[in-house]
């Protein structure tokens, strides 16, 4: 018998049997009414067997993930989290029924516990029409939810997964990224994978109201690293981010022959805990951080305990440029770190002594936080690093004005890294052979924009200008 007729038997009877189990299904909901059948459900779920775990613990394979926000992920990106590789088919009744029950009764359990969820289509659906995986996730859960990835991949990568091509099939791949468990009907397994395939969360940070005990605690290894991984220029949409940049004609600063960047903030202020998160995800692309520490912004303040980090005690290295910074006052408005007078005056000129200040090599200026404090309250720091990595909520924010920054530093130490600089998402942000002056003028215009004005005509899109001052 050809290998596609026999696929297609293979579909058949899967569909039947879904049918004939959606019919049992119908007779229990008419009977017991649908409060009953989700009893019965969960009962289903305890009383079952465990997951099938592997008793050797299966090197995992990583491959890459097009999420349904448009951005990839290599799932080796993922190494030190759990998660569960979950292959669905988007017409499938019992993977509609996984998804519902994970959004409305595992997803904040799973996230509670450090566990990742990694929703992959089936190639191509197997062939069989149905809705779009946006659509799916859109309809029954699931979409823009930090810790919960849903997308598509190659189709090698479910031959490899799912040679017998089942409709519904997991793994569970722990932190170490071996495979330790699989089966088939995720929705049946979520009660034993919660109560067996457990872990710490990443940074081990607890609710809301703790987030004071790691103020000036440096920030973990395993937190650090992800943050780095979340760096990755992304596109993000930039029409919320205030225009904060502005040109500046002094004498250029530098040394080593690297320009110089210079910031200037203070520990209370939350408009400088806002702009930290760009600014570091931003230098997070040319060089790396040693003794990042957490920071709270003042409870007294407005947007009072914004979650950020202080650069106090943290030390930057990079090939491309240097970086100063100074927190002048601590979180309770005492002083801090003294800025030097060759800084302070500019920082005085351009920005009458407002933060967060940020000067790139004395050619381009940065006054004020680029997004609203706002968006970052009541998150902890493993929650927004996570927004960012996935660039969703918040993180498209802190994204978008990391892009402008990167794009600022590379119009200021010669456009390097190229990997960085000549990426689409930032080259597309500065123009063609742009200067300074017109890198600020078009550092507000998506680069679909930025595209349409090399065909067709110059086109700026101006926002409201937002520069916030303590004295």
């Known amino acids: 018998m050809p290998k596609w007729t026999k696929r297609k038997l293979e579909e058949r009877m899967q569909r039947k049997r879904r049918k004939r189990n959606r019919a049992i299904v119908g007779t229990i909901v008419a009977v017991a009414t649908i409060i009953a059948l989700g009893t019965i459900y969960v ?46 088919t988007t017409w499938c009744s019992s993977c509609i029924e996984s998804q519902q029950l994970l959004a409305s009764q595992y997803y904040s359990a799973l996230r509670a516990h450090g566990i990742i969820i990694v929703a992959v289509e089936n190639y191509d659906d197997f062939g069989e029409q149905g809705p779009t995986v946006t659509q799916f996730a859109h309809q029954y859960g699931g979409l823009d939810q930090p810790g919960w990835l849903i997308g598509t991949a190659p189709e090698w990568v479910t031959q490899k997964y799912n040679p017998s091509e089942y409709l519904d099939i997991f793994y569970l791949v722990n932190a170490n990224q071996r495979i330790v468990g699989e089966n088939q009907g995720l929705g049946a397994y979520l009660g034993s994978i919660l109560q067996d395939f457990s872990a710490t969360p990443q940074s081990t940070l607890q609710s809301q109201s703790n987030l004071t005990s790691y103020i000036g605690a440096e920030v973990p290894q395993t ?12 596109y993000a949409p930039s029409e919320n981010t205030y225009k904060v940049l502005s040109p ?45 520490q957490y920071m709270l912004s003042s409870s007294t303040d407005v947007y009072a305990d914004t ?48 933060i967060p200040f940020v000067d790139f090599a004395n050619k381009v200026v940065m006054s004020g936080a680029p997004y609203d404090p706002a968006l970052l309250d009541e998150y902890n720091w493993t929650q927004i690093i996570e927004y960012i ?18 794009s600022a530093i590379c119009s200021v130490d010669g456009g390097r890294p190229v990997s960085v600089c000549d990426s689409f998402t930032i080259k597309g ?17 998506p680069w679909i924009i930025w595209f349409v004005q090399l065909a067709v005509a110059d086109c700026a899109r101006e926002k409201d200008i937002y520069n916030s001052s303590f004295q």
């Open 43 to 88: 009962h289903f779920s305890q009383m079952s067997p465990s997951f099938v775990a592997s008793s050797d613990g299966t090197p995992f394979t990583n491959f890459q993930v097009t999420l349904v926000n448009g951005t990839s992920l290599s799932l080796s990106e993922l190494r030190g989290r759990p998660f569960i590789l979950w292959f669905f």
């Open 389 to 406: 990595h996935t660039n969703t909520s918040v993180g498209t924010q802190i994204e978008a004005s990391a892009n402008m920054i990167t």
């Open 429 to 445: 942000m500065q123009g063609v052979g742009s200067s300074a002056d017109l890198f600020v003028t078009e550092l507000q215009t």
């Open 248 to 292: 500046y004609s002094g004498l250029p600063w530098s040394i080593g022959g690297k320009p110089l960047i210079v910031y200037v903030g203070a520990e209370y202020c939350p408009y400088c805990a806002a702009a930290r998160w760009p600014l570091i995800v931003a230098l997070l692309r040319f060089g790396n951080f040693t003794g990042l």
């Open 307 to 354: 979650p950020t980090f202080t650069f106090v005690n943290a030390n930057y290295s990079s090939p491309y440029l240097v970086f100063k910074s100074y927190e002048y006052e601590n979180r309770e408005y005492q002083p801090l770190q003294s800025v030097p007078t060759n800084y302070s005056q500019v920082w005085n000129q351009v920005a009458n002594g407002g």
């Open 223 to 234: 937190v650090y690293s992800t943050l780095v991984s979340a760096s990755k220029p992304y």
